[in-house]
């Protein structure tokens, strides 16, 4: 049982000059490709949940296929017109983010039983862990498994036996793929439910400390690993703010979680209260044409989450993650979207690698209740969206608590705190961290990169200083560990690292070492055609370089001893007497292209040749 009251509060104030400008553009440049979208999804729903349920369509063969198993459901979804729910999960029990998934369905299915409906797992996709394949081989094929996994939840709707779905992911391509692929099916209503956050276990700051430690040669590998081990302790997300909690954040602010859902923590009664809500949710949004994913999902839920992101300092990966979900639904979205946007939307949160606290201390601090309520107040959200609780962002100021004594208590909501009990992790706008979003988008001679500011010193936010050129990141840490970078400023030139190249792999790695000479007082700045999405932090980097190294762009170019100015007040990324710049003759990568096999590599080679740009959301299905 649930309670729900609907949001109370102040008439909120007509949206902000930029934010109303962003959308006004977005809208525009959106207009046929958003039109052509929904009219396709219209279309679908035509034939769909909303003349009944799709499977009444398909031939007694195809329907007792899909009901052999069912079970005790059999009946009901065979003699009735009950609605079916489709369960798509990520579910696996080596990544602590999707472990807890493997309770859902039984939840799920028991909750639609009582409701009235089924539930079936409708299929499983691939869940990888960028944690896990850091520095190794299986890294370059985690940017193209968002593309894997959006094609894998088409495939698991694909059998015309559901009327509404639920899906099940946390993690980094994980949400983006699970998106991008249930769009294709916007006709449905479509819900997510997160897994939430493990509990806090060893400070962030403590473990930044251990691994710069580390790096410095200070410490061994025993320490480094049980600092790892208190980290990541237990089933659930990892608690830093990377691009899996920063996913978590966009589900909410663009309508798709359930209000407050998003950082309850695994195996707790609340959270399973909310995933039982989840599919009773869904099942009653059967058949309403308002509670399609499609519609949901429009250019102001989507600008929605870019504020959002921009507010809590969230992973750069999202300058690619939003771009892809936004096209899967005929948006059109910039880094020019993003940066004028960063310009007025003030920094509220601190959240480890911005801060030292981590999510859960965020959410104890006021969480996304208070932080919509802010940025609503401040008309730096669209309140006019539509949401699977019901129209109007204002619905997610509420907070979901359990109601009564014990376990069973009702699932009720209640309106989140007005002010922040913990201001050193969340503020409102009348008193922000910073006066703007934290992200940039760079211009210049090497192209358009974003780099993220918000936990880089300002004494940092400019560097000029010579180029030190490598094709490939061992190579770069071999040079650290040789000494080779000690004591002078440098640029460091990660190239060869885009879509195109080698997948796009995330490089965690460089952000100790560069640390360490940075705190030695030498100047210091990345740039690469790579990622480097949470792990990007103090050490200014120009990241997701476009047109990237492997593609003739301008970093294919650059030579050792170049002088690279990196400026992130004026928006550029320059170089400075660089004379027949333009008259040279791009390079290959020095000893030849990476391996192009082993690890799955070879699998992935069409990817390699059809991915589109990265401003454009380094997509492979969508590159067209």
């Known amino acids: 049982m649930t309670r729900t009251p609907g949001p109370a509060g102040p008439t909120l104030p ?6 109303a400008e ?80 493997e309770t859902y369905p039984a939840l799920l299915k028991q909750a639609a039983r009582e409701a009235g409906g089924v539930a079936q797992v409708a299929g499983g996709v691939p869940a990888m862990c960028d944690g896990i394949t850091q520095g190794r081989a299986g890294m370059e094929l985690s940017l193209f498994s968002r593309d894997v996994i959006a094609m894998s939840t088409a495939v698991a709707l694909s059998h015309d ?74 089933p659930g997300t990892c608690t830093f703010f990377g691009t899996a909690n920063s996913n978590q954040l966009l589900m909410e602010v663009m309508g798709l979680h359930l209000p407050g859902s998003s950082f309850v923590n695994p195996g707790t009664p609340l959270r399973d209260a909310l995933t039982a809500e989840t599919a009773r949710r869904a099942l009653a949004a059967a058949g309403d044409p308002s509670l399609a994913m499609g519609e949901i999902v429009d250019e102001r839920a989507v600008l929605n989450g ?35 946007l960063s310009a007025v939307v003030p920094l509220l949160a601190r959240i480890y690698p911005n801060g030292s606290a981590d999510v859960n201390h965020f959410r104890a601090a006021g969480g996304m209740q208070l932080l919509i309520r802010e940025l609503l107040a401040a008309g730096l959200l669209h309140d006019d969206v539509r949401t699977v609780d019901g129209p109007g962002l204002s619905r997610y100021t509420r907070e979901p608590f359990l109601d009564g004594s014990g376990d069973d ?62 094709d490939d990141q061992a190579d770069l840490l071999s040079a650290y560990e040789a000494g080779e970078l000690d004591g002078r400023d440098l640029v460091a030139v990660v190239r060869f690292q885009g879509p195109r190249a080698n997948g796009m792999p995330e490089l965690h790695k460089l952000t100790p070492p560069l640390s360490v000479l940075q705190e030695r007082g030498q100047a210091v700045a990345v740039v690469t055609d790579g990622r480097m999405s949470g792990a990007s932090g103090a050490v200014p980097a120009a990241l997701h370089v476009t047109p990237e190294a492997a593609d003739g762009g301008p970093l294919a170019k650059v030579r050792d001893g170049d002088v690279l100015r990196l400026d992130t007040l004026t928006g550029t990324l320059s170089l400075i007497d660089a004379g027949g710049f333009d008259a040279r003759d791009p390079v290959a990568p020095a000893g030849g292209p990476g391996p192009t096999s082993g690890t799955g590599r070879e699998l992935f080679a069409a990817f390699r040749a059809a991915v589109g740009p990265a401003d454009r959301g380094a997509s492979v299905a969508l590159s067209n």
């Open 409 to 470: 208590g009702e699932l009720i909501w209640q309106e989140g705190p007005a002010e922040s009990p913990d201001k050193a992790v969340l503020r409102g706008v009348a008193d922000p961290f910073a006066p703007d979003g934290g992200l940039r988008v760079l211009h210049g001679d090497l192209g358009r990169s974003v780099v993220k500011t918000s936990a880089v010193h300002p004494a940092h936010r400019v560097v000029t200083a010579p180029a030190r050129v490598f």
């Open 161 to 234: 036996m559901f009327d509404t779905a639920v899906l099940l992911g946390v993690c980094d391509k994980i949400v983006p793929g699970l998106v991008i692929g249930a769009l294709s099916f916007g006709h449905l209503p479509v819900l997510l439910a997160p897994a939430g956050p493990m509990p806090s276990g060893l400070p962030n700051r403590e473990k930044s400390r251990v691994r710069q430690a580390f790096a410095a040669g200070e410490v061994g590998r025993e320490e480094l690993l049980d600092a790892e081990s208190q980290s990541y302790h237990g």
């Open 14 to 19: 007509a949206p902000h000059p930029v934010l």
């Open 22 to 101: 962003v959308t006004e553009r977005v809208v525009a440049r959106s207009a046929g490709t958003r039109a052509a979208y929904l009219e396709r999804i219209r279309s679908a729903a035509a034939q769909g949940p909303a003349a009944g349920p799709s499977r009444e369509g398909l031939g007694c063969a195809n329907l007792a296929h899909g009901a052999a198993a069912c079970g005790p459901d059999k009946l009901t979804l065979t003699a009735t017109p009950a609605r079916n729910l489709a369960i798509v999960t990520a579910y696996n029990d080596m990544l602590s983010a999707h472990q807890p998934f």
């Open 306 to 340: 870019v504020v959002a992101l921009l507010a809590t300092g969230g992973s750069t990966n999202h300058t690619m993650h939003l771009v892809a979900m936004a096209a899967a639904a005929g948006v059109q979205l910039t880094w020019d979207d993003f940066s004028d």
